[in-house]
């Protein structure tokens, strides 16, 4: 398969077609785009994050214990499900405070399943610490963001260096910080 849109060329990748160039993208891929373009390009390139981070720590800690009785983790090619409650697809964040890009992450599960497996779920943004759930559906207008989000991906980890930095408010609490600021 030759088809240059990237797009195209992930769902090929996905379901196993032959494709000249293979193209993954993952939830937190998606994620990092809404977030931070260079923190994508750095996650794209492997480059290890600050563990100690407390962003990070405060961020598994959460992941480890909210719905520890129900916690499934489920791996489906290149996404990686939090859980699955009622039929519906959940996403844990510890903090409600980056809500796109945790909504367009959950997105991306919910298209992926959709576009790739066939399978039709809405979803559950959960915040546990916060006790907050917000739904999420896919909706033509959300799938369409999902797929320009996906072609934006591309354009960033193609390129052999990251985007320049760029100052936010949360950059302090980014385990990324030294690779920016230092």
């Known amino acids: ?19 000249d160039e293979p193209f993954r993208v993952t939830g937190v891929m998606v994620q990092y785009y ?21 962003t990070v720590v405060r961020g598994t800690r959460v992941d480890e214990t909210a719905y520890s009785d129900k916690r499934e983790n489920l791996h489906l090619g290149m996404i ?16 409600s405070t ?13 298209w992926y399943l959709d576009r790739v497996a066939d399978i ?17 559906e896919l909706t033509t207008e959300r799938s369409e963001k999902v797929e320009t989000a996906i072609r934006g991906i591309h354009d960033i980890v193609s390129q052999s ?4 930095a760029e100052e936010k408010p949360f950059c302090d609490s ?9």
């Not at 240059?4 to 494709?19: C, K, Q, S």
């Not at 990686?80 to 903090?95: A, H, I, M, Q």
């Not at 980056?98 to 919910?110: D, F, I, K, N, V």
């Not at 980014?174 to 230092?182: K, P």
Request: include cysteine.
């Open 1 to 19: 398969m030759t088809d240059a849109d990237p797009v195209n060329r992930l769902l090929a990748t996905a379901r196993g077609e032959p494709v």
């Open 34 to 54: 809404y977030v931070c373009k260079r923190e994508l390009w750095f996650e794209s390139r492997n480059l290890e994050i600050d563990r100690e981070n407390a």
């Open 80 to 95: 990686s499900l939090d859980l699955l409650d009622d039929g519906r697809v959940v996403e844990v964040k510890p903090s």
């Open 98 to 110: 980056l809500t796109e890009p945790a909504e367009m992450q959950l997105s991306y599960y919910l």
């Open 120 to 136: 039709q779920r809405d979803g559950v943004l959960a915040h546990p610490r916060e006790r907050k759930r917000e739904p999420v």
């Open 161 to 164: 260096s990251p985007p320049p």
């Open 174 to 182: 980014c385990a990324y910080h030294d690779f920016c600021w230092c």
